[in-house]
């Protein structure tokens, strides 16, 4: 019912910048908070690197801070999250992920995930 594409994902020299983004889609009544994590290889845990707020508020994992920036287009149900300064160690699949406001039977919060997007920073 609800989608979460993710793009802007790639290969970038350290010290290069990246964009991610991430769009929202179906049957959506209102989105809550909205984040990006990352998972840096299969099986380990994902991990949350930036969180907004539908009123913009902004939160950063401590390894982030200064670098990267999220942001929110709430029109277009869209979240941003600007990566600069990249380091190999920010090597990982981003994922999106929102607390969505469904009808399924009932009005509900539900949360959703996008598939991820690669981001690889080579040294």
């Known amino acids: 019912q609800v989608q979460l594409v993710e793009s802007g994902g790639g290969v970038v020299q350290a010290g290069g910048s990246l964009r991610l983004s991430c769009a929202a889609s179906?049957?959506?009544?209102?989105?809550?908070?909205m984040a990006w994590y990352h998972q840096e290889a299969p099986g380990k845990q994902r991990e949350l690197v930036a969180?907004?707020?539908?009123?913009?508020?902004?939160n950063y994992a401590d390894s982030v801070k200064e670098r990267f920036t999220i942001s929110r287009d709430n029109a277009k149900n869209t979240i941003y999250l600007q990566m600069d300064s990249l380091e190999p160690e920010d090597t990982a699949v981003y994922y999106c992920?929102?607390?969505?406001?469904?009808?399924?039977?009932?009005?509900?919060?539900?949360?959703?995930w996008g598939q991820g997007t690669q981001v690889t920073v080579s040294s």
């Open positions: 992920h929102a607390r969505v406001l469904v009808i399924q039977g009932r009005l509900q919060w539900a949360d959703y």
């Open positions: 969180t907004v707020t539908a009123s913009g508020r902004t």
């Open positions: 179906g049957n959506i009544v209102s989105i809550g908070d």
